[in-house]
């Protein structure tokens, strides 16, 4: 009897040391990662948004996609808080191990024809690019950040070898600069990618502007190619599709 009290107080032991460095270790790991934006909970638009990164963490993880996220117009960075502490986090089933953000770190370009808007100035939305690094200091070993105006940068960058983009995040506003972003992500993406416009009703929801517009003509390039299927509408403003690969669907060898 007194061996097998021992052996369970033993064995209780030792469980209670598994169950506490689990539980450490998750603490610290979440300790190193970037923290969420402030009154995320009080602020509307950062709320929103929010709830989109935790149903994409959802869908990602049911689905099993592993890839990257790539984030154009980040500014101070509050949505790719969010994504870092939603899809980023460890211990999941799929993997989002690298993270792009891509933005000229010197505010928006000169609003030019159809991207005019009241709204929009050039300089608009400035994060210089040392004090975005501070903000992530966390999170620099798992990010690169890639500086410039779209239309003369994403020409030539080429992501990581390997690397395909899980999502792809679209916060420039303009018509002409999410056209760059569309051409960018063209055949990086995955069989059930997400690409997510943050302002998709822009311009008072015009289909003949802004990211509607953009998004449009991406779509009739890429008729034979890909299928898109509504996803999560964000209350601010946002809209969000999964990318189907029009060869995979309805195949079982996924």
Known sequence: MIEFIKKIDKNFFNSFLYLTKRKFTRWFELNKITDLPENINEDFNLSTRYDFFKIAQSYLQTNRLNGTYCEFGCHTGSTFKMALRTIGL?????KINRFYAFDSFEGMPEPEGIDKQK?????????SIEDFKKIF????HR???VKGFYNEVLKDYKLESG???????IDC?????????????DNKLLHGSLIVFDDWNCYYGDPKRGQRLAFDKFKQKKVDQYEFIDFFD???GGKS??????NKIGSEEL
């Open 90 to 94: 460890p211990f999941k089933p799929n």
């Open 143 to 145: 990010m690169k950040i």
């Open 119 to 127: 709204i929009w100035e050039k300089g608009l939305n400035t994060t």
């Open 137 to 140: 200091k966390k999170d620099l």
């Open 163 to 169: 690397d395909k983009i899980a999502i792809a995040y």
């Open 241 to 246: 599709f999964i990318v189907l690969e029009k």
């Open 173 to 185: 506003d303009y018509y002409s600069s999410t056209s760059d972003c569309l051409n960018f992500i």
């Open 234 to 236: 964000i209350k601010s």
